[in-house]
T-cell receptor, first 111, second 113 residues
Framework: DSGVTQTPKHLITATGQRVTLRCSPR?????VYWYQQSLDQGLQFLIQ???????AKGNILERFSAQQFPDLHSELNLSSLELGDSALYFC??????????FGEGSWLTVV | EDQVTQSPEALRLQEGESSSLNCSYT??????LFWYRQDPGKGPEFLFT???AGEEKEKERLKATLTKKESFLHITAPKPEDSATYLC??????????????FGKGTSLLVTP
């Protein structure tokens, strides 16, 4: 158990809908990262937050957004969902540049 | 832009047959190179971080090494439970990279009894 908690573990939704994925980082970790993993693309970095502020942006679509709250938990919002958004979404956390620990992921299926 | 290339894509070994996985990288400035293990449907599990050329780290049957252009993950006398996908990632000093990791596509390892 890495200590990073993600909910929900699985969700199925229709095209055009909006979903929110939630992440609780390890105790004491100020950085939260979101990654998307699909079969053909591998693990793709989406966005990083550090202590509530956006720190770095990767290949995140405009339809996706994230935020980190004062209690350090984070949410990833995915809207206007398309079939191609079906993937495993991981949250990870770290203390500064130290080891980044991953959660177990949220499986999103868009039908 | 940081790039990470892992080879081979897939590797099948017999139990006890040692081998090495390769991770070639280009990065503007290397903060760290990370190895993770990932089981199907699970989150990546941290194995090692290497920070400078010449550094080596070991854990049970795994040993990771680093040069200025590549890293190797050596697997000695593997067991079936070592079957997993092994992911390599780099963390750079790029201005906009934060501390995010840039991953390769992984090597899928199958160890048969």
């Amino acid at each position: 158990d890495s200590g990073v908690t993600q909910t929900p573990k699985h969700l199925i939704t229709a095209t055009g809908q909006r979903v929110t994925l939630r992440c609780s980082p390890r105790s004491g970790d100020l950085s939260v990262y979101w990654y998307q993993q699909s079969l053909d693309q591998g693990l793709q970095f989406l966005i990083q937050y550090y202590n509530g502020e956006e720190r770095a942006k990767g290949n995140i679509l405009e339809r996706f957004s994230a935020q980190q709250f004062p209690d350090l938990h984070s949410e990833l919002n995915l809207s206007s969902l398309e079939l191609g958004d079906s993937a495993l979404y991981f949250c990870a956390s770290s203390v500064e540049e130290n080891t980044i620990y991953f959660g177990e992921g949220s499986w999103l299926t868009v039908v | 832009e940081d790039q990470v290339t892992q080879s081979p894509e897939a590797l099948r070994l017999q139990e006890g047959e040692s081998s090495s996985l390769n991770c070639s990288y280009t990065v503007s400035g290397l903060r760290g190179l990370f190895w993770y293990r990932q089981d199907p449907g699970k989150g990546p599990e941290f194995l090692f971080t290497l920070y400078s050329a010449g550094e080596e780290k070991e854990k049970e049957r795994l040993k990771a090494t680093l040069t200025k252009k590549e890293s190797f993950l050596h697997i000695t006398a593997p067991k079936p439970e070592d079957s997993a996908t092994y992911l390599c990632a780099v963390q750079g000093f790029g201005r906009n990279s934060g501390y995010a990791l840039n991953f390769g596509k992984g090597t899928s390892l199958l160890v048969t009894p």
